[in-house]
């Protein structure tokens, strides 16, 4: 068969499968509940998902390319999806088939211009890793590139062949099931379809370009290089092109290898805090993250031990710098927002911060939604996956069944960027889920929110300073300026029809001085309680101060009302 009808029939394997589930799924989920037969269709949902589990790996596995993409995402939704589902799919982490050597090699000599004999010392012709859309082989660099990199022994990661064409079909399927979903009133009313195949067809597109790849490594270097808990492979630019990457060899304890992380005497459960604060840091400080932090990405680097540690030292490495995001400065501001409102049990925070990042659009009407939230974090707040698991199941249907209209009724949709930031956090709760099966996200998001709050809370004080210095300049200026609106009525400079006026221009003066003197005292009452955690001294004289404007303003108007009725 030619190579054009290959890629057509692997086009119609996609939609294919695709119409037959969406189909099926209507029938079960939406067609028979409206007609008093949700019951039927509950009973045999564990089945009918374990059974397209199965038949989605299978198809992976025979595809490739983009399929294995998909599955590799939703194995690693152990948060989110049923045990049955990722059960079926977390072998798409390892068991992506090898491409044959020979092919390999000639893709990398048509690349690199030169036999791989004299790029290289030494290719090992077992691939280290295979992945969907690349192959990787250690290698070991020649005596002089070696001399000039400081390194030996590298990773050559190479493109499968045909690869651009395999994306490119894929990409067209999922633009066609994209296109059927946007149809779907249920669908198109919370999420653009169309939009969001476009997203991922960007980052995939991106992602076969191992020129920008390396650039993202050295940029996420960067973003860490005062932070000793985050390692990156560096690159090997002399060996490098848009389909051939060859990076330092970092390979060690896969993070998701307990028995290993164990054995090097690293507590797994501690090495799940900390990945969960890089990450944060990541989203929340750098805005440049790792979108695809899936356990063949990230290892456990155990390092020389100091001579007084108590415990081996040990950092994380990352590696395939494919699949990056950014978080634009009004969407970090947004999710920091979301984070502070969840740490503190705060509903209605977390929906203004919702609305704020663009999930929740402006016009939702969220009181209800608020209440659900509020009593979200009243009955499960601070539990973590392993409790909420011991939760009596009729318990949540019972919150979904009150709740569920109303959820489902408000205008969601998913904005620009959203995908990859979901992706990346619904890997990490994954991968600490099954580091520590008692991985409480709230312990390791309560830490960061608090430190959120205290930024938050230093802009504050200095925003108000800002506007204490403000309103004080003004009430300097504020005498002298009403002074000479009396002067100018006194010489004749304005012409008045009445005596009252010069009466009421004083009462004037006197309203905005005793006007500026409440600003002040509340003004300087606030910072000085904001101050009082960090800076008690500061904070208690902004206090003490405060009384004097408190005061003229409350003597002002006595004085005025006694002078009134005299």
Known sequence: MSDDALMRARYRRITRFAARYLVQAWWWELFLPRFGLGALSARGRTRRLQKLARRFHVLALDLGGLMIKVGQYMSSRLDVLPPIITKELEGLQDEVPAVPFAAIRARAEEELGMPLTAAFASVDERPL?????????????????????????????????????????????????????????????????????????????????????????????????????????????????????????????????????????????????????????????????????????????????????????????????????????????GLRRVLIAAASRDGKGLVDGIRDIGVLLPTADTIQLERAMTQLFSRFGGMGFAELQEVDPREFRAFAVEFGDVVRSLPFQLPENF??????????????????????????????????????????????????????????????????????????????????????????????????????????????????????????????????PLSHAVLAGFIARRNGSA
């Open 129 to 333: 890793a295979a992945a969907s859309l690349g192959q990787a082989h250690r290698a070991t660099l020649t005596d002089a590139l070696a001399a000039d990199t400081g390194m030996r022994n590298v990773v050559l990661k190479i493109q499968r062949p045909g690869i651009d064409r395999i994306v490119d079909v894929d990409l067209r399927a999922l633009r066609k099931v994209g296109r059927w979903l946007s149809k779907v009133t249920l669908v198109s009313d919370r999420v653009d379809m169309p939009s969001l195949v476009e997203e991922f067809a960007v980052t995939s597109l991106e992602e076969i370009d191992y020129l920008q790849e390396a650039a993202n490594s050295e940029r996420f270097a960067a973003d860490f290089a005062v932070d000793g808990l985050v390692a990156v492979p560096e690159v090997v630019w002399e060996r490098t092109t848009r389909r051939v990457l060859t990076l330092q060899d970092v390979t060690a304890i896969k993070i998701s290898d307990i028995d290993a992380l164990r054995a090097a005497g690293i507590d797994p459960s501690e090495v799940a805090a900390r990945f969960a604060a890089v990450m944060f840091d990541q989203l929340f400080e750098d805005g440049f993250f790792h979108a695809d932090p899936h356990p063949g990405n990230v290892f456990v680097t155990p390092l020389p031990a100091a001579p007084d540690a108590t415990s081996p030292a040990w950092t994380f490495t990352f590696i395939d710098f494919g699949m990056m995001g950014e978080v634009p400065p009004t969407l970090r501001r």
């Open 419 to 548: 995908l990859l930031i979901v992706r990346a956090m619904s890997l990490t709760s994954g991968m600490c889920s099954a580091l520590d099966p008692r991985f409480n996200i709230w312990d390791a998001v309560e830490p960061y929110a608090q430190r959120l709050i205290r930024e938050e809370s230093g802009n504050t004080v200095q925003a108000l300073a800002r506007e204490v210095g403000a309103v004080a300049a003004v009430t300097a200026r504020l005498p002298r300026r009403i002074d000479s609106l009396v002067d100018r009525f006194e010489d004749g400079s304005v012409s008045v029809q009445t005596p009252r006026i010069e009466r009421r221009i004083r009462d004037l003066e006197r309203m905005v001085r005793r006007v500026v003197s409440a600003v002040l005292f509340t003004g300087l009452l606030i910072g000085g309680i904001l101050l009082q955690a960090e800076q008690a001294v500061l904070g208690t004289l902004l206090a003490i101060a405060s009384v004097v």
